[in-house]
């Protein structure tokens, strides 16, 4: 089972956030609930009007002194439609603009999540997050927050109504209320817990599936599929089994909602009986007290039912509003510094496991291209992800100048995605506002454009899922006219190539010499030839530099380059 390190936010964390969509919605705020106490109080107009007519009808009055009750009655439907038009109006627009805030606010940090805890946590959590939450949040202000408010004023105004007609039918009703509450706080224990488990239980489903798509490749050719399909199916029982679970609990929670009726509605019928026998009320006025509590049903058993909505959509504010709580990754900069980027004295390590850099220094200046060499494991890739500011080390700095804080940094790095839709699509996402022309001449410069002209659409061909596929030189190539369609002042390579001397190889070559030109440069040379025309040389070892220098000068010195430059050239 996955650990979940994104935090799920407390009682005040949430309240915190919700205050800060208030500033603005005020005054619309109280106008909703103005609309919708309006609506109640015409609610009340039904039940006393018809208890009117019962009492014309039980003192065989003249038909004429029909015509004004119904006509209240007519005024009151008609007028409570009005305004129930105008309040789910308000409170549309009063909730939605809100919920589109949480929503794009919790994918906003979700997006820009450091990667270390991205990967130390659970994909399938962030995914499930800001999409079956985010979805469970929306349904339930769109749904369900208006017919809760409308209800709970309801029920106050039906309340008012049975004391105003005679306080004893009032505490009749009453008598249904110890039992909804211990149903309602015996619903609330057992079925928090219930959906806060479940939604957790749907994160770990998501990732067994993302797992089992992604890497159905890697899972068929190790034979593994079995074994990642017991998984699923694990994690799709277990979140079936919080499904079923919740069920119950629901069905328990309406059978005693129903006790609390035929409690509530027999006080009322035998306060009436009696009342009416004694003389001390009319038959119409207890006509109207039955009404008023049989009108009651619906908003009671509304408020109630809508808590299960509300605690899910509860658990997904609490998930949505976690992941908003996690700092934005930042990487510190300067502006008077005259170097690209400057990193010193750097330690990292992933997680909580052992360190793979160790003090490690390196300085770019404008227009310079560092090349880092080393065996595999040697600490070159987290060397690229960190200056390029995607993972935070453990001490030591990593300063930004001017220029890529003007520009950005971009990285390329041995995997490439190619994203659904248009070739011209994949460009844009370096540079939304690059114009048609702009993104042809990246391609020329990486060489591409000589398959693009091949296809029936040119750059409007579709490709990605559901397109058209590419070869991995293809995908490199998109990649790397993005970078040069982006002009950012750093650009950090880490690509294994082809073997050197193939058609493969001096294409990708080509194209990035084409991206490091006139730019600031850092190289993750797995080929040493990347290395050689490289203004210095750094070389790594467990997780250290042990040499520096330019090609000449680390072949002259005869230390640890020189030994890899003749072993790579005799291979």
């Excluded at 439907?77 to 589109?100: D, E, K, S, W």
């Excluded at 909505?309 to 997904?316: D, K």
């Excluded at 693009?452 to 659409?457: A, C, F, G, K």
């Amino acid at each position: 089972m996955s650990a979940t390190v994104l935090p799920v936010a407390d009682g005040g964390q949430i309240r915190r956030y919700l205050r800060t969509l208030l500033p603005g919605r005020r005054l619309l705020l109280a106008g909703t609930i103005l609309v919708m106490l309006g609506v109640s109080l015409l609610n009340l107009a039904i039940p006393a009007t018809i208890g009117w007519i019962t009492q014309a009808v039980v003192d065989r009055r003249h038909p004429s002194a029909l015509t004004i009750p119904i006509a209240l009655l007519t005024a009151a439907v008609v007028a409570g439609a009005i305004c129930t038009y105008f309040a789910r109006l308000l409170l549309a627009r009063l909730v939605f603009p809100a919920v589109g805030s949480l929503r794009e606010d919790a994918l906003s940090h979700a997006v820009d999540l450091p990667i270390d805890v991205v990967e130390a946590g659970d994909s399938g959590d962030v995914i499930s997050r800001v999409s079956g939450d985010a979805e469970r949040v929306t349904d339930a202000a769109s749904e369900v927050l208006g017919y809760f408010v409308t209800s709970a004023l309801a029920i106050v105004a039906a309340l008012i109504g049975l004391a105003a007609i005679d306080w004893r039918f009032a505490v009749a009703g009453l008598l249904a209320v110890p039992i909804q509450a211990h149903t309602l706080r015996w619903y609330l224990r057992r079925s928090r817990p219930i959906y806060a488990a479940g939604r957790a239980a749907d994160g770990r489903r998501a990732s067994a599936l993302l797992t089992g798509f992604t890497a159905l490749p890697t899972l068929r050719a190790l034979g593994l599929t079995g074994r990642q399909r017991g998984r699923i199916e694990s994690a799709s029982k277990e979140s079936m089994g919080y499904e079923l679970a919740a069920m119950q609990t629901m069905t328990r929670f309406w059978g005693r909602l129903n006790l609390a009726e035929f409690v509530g509605l027999a006080a009322i019928l035998l306060a009436g009986f009696f009342l009416v026998r004694s003389g001390t009320t009319s038959v119409g006025a207890a006509t109207a007290a039955a009404l008023f509590f049989a009108g009651l049903f619906g908003p009671i058993n509304g408020v109630l039912a809508t808590f299960d909505t509300l605690q899910q959509a509860a658990a997904g504010v609490a998930r949505l509003v976690g992941v908003t709580t996690v700092p934005r990754h930042e990487t510190a900069f300067e502006t008077g510094t005259d170097q690209v980027v400057e990193v010193s004295d750097l330690t990292f390590g992933y997680a909580d496991g052992p360190a793979v850099l160790d003090d490690v220094t390196l300085r770019v200046g404008p227009g310079e291209k560092v090349a880092v060499v080393g065996t595999t494991g040697s600490g070159k890739s987290s060397l690229a992800s960190l200056v390029t500011g995607l993972r935070t080390p453990r001490a030591g700095s990593i300063v930004w100048g001017r220029p890529v804080v003007e520009r950005s940094a971009a990285l390329v790095t041995q995997e490439t995605h190619v994203f659904a839709g248009t070739i011209a699509d994949n460009l844009r996402l370096g540079r939304p506002d690059a114009t048609h022309e702009q993104i042809a001449q990246a391609m020329v410069a990486v060489g591409a454009d000589h398959w693009v002209r091949t296809l029936p659409d040119g750059l409007d061909a579709r490709v990605g899922g559901g397109g058209r596929p590419l070869t991995a030189v293809q995908a490199q190539h998109l990649a790397l006219a993005r970078v040069h369609l982006m002009d950012p002042a750093l650009v950090v390579l880490d690509e294994a190539n082809a073997e050197a001397g193939s058609d493969t190889s001096r294409q990708l070559d080509r194209a990035f010499a084409a991206v490091v030109r006139g730019r600031a440069a850092v190289v993750i040379a797995h080929r040493l030839n990347q290395a050689a025309d490289a203004d210095r040389i750094l070389v790594m070892e467990s997780g250290r530099v042990v040499e520096q220098g330019n090609h000449a000068e680390l072949i002259v010195a005869g230390g640890r380059y020189a030994e890899l430059w003749h072993a790579w050239s005799a291979g």
